[in-house]
Nanobody, 115 residues
Framework: QVPLVESGGGLVQAGGSLKLSCAAS????????FGWGRQAPGKQRETVAT???????DYKDSVKGRFTISRDNAANTVYLQMNNLTPEDTAVYYC?????????WGKGTLVTVSS
């Protein structure tokens, strides 16, 4: 019923790690891109990571080397491993999917990084 459901958010200390999960169901079968976006208070939503069918990934510069997006096709699940978190990473994180364009979005999970 709900196409994309995020989990794994919460409160973490600066320097810590979190792994977000996104369970996908009931989506069209021809989607070729999955990703994660985030929206911090007072800011526009931004895409932080994407992965396409071939496995090629792309990241926002500020998270390169710290975040890793991956996908388990058998489990219909997308992950975002986040390491060395900073307070600037505090945001609602959204799972997304689409065909070329990320046009399906979940409801989000809140990640709060304390200093």
């Amino acid at each position: 019923q709900v196409p994309l459901v995020e989990s794994g958010g919460g409160l973490v200390q600066a320097g810590g790690s979190l792994k977000l999960s996104c369970a996908a169901s009931g989506l069209p079968r021809n989607l070729n891109v999955f990703g994660w976006g985030r929206q911090a208070p007072g800011k526009q939503r931004e895409t932080v990571a994407t992965i396409i069918t071939t496995g090629t990934t792309d990241y926002k510069d500020s998270v390169k080397g710290r975040f890793t997006i991956s996908r388990d096709n058998a489990a219909n699940t997308v992950y975002l491993q986040m390491n060395n978190l900073t307070p600037e990473d505090t945001a609602v994180y959204y799972c997304a999917a689409g065909r070329g364009l990320l046009n399906y979005w979940g409801k989000g999970t809140l990640v709060t990084v304390s200093s």
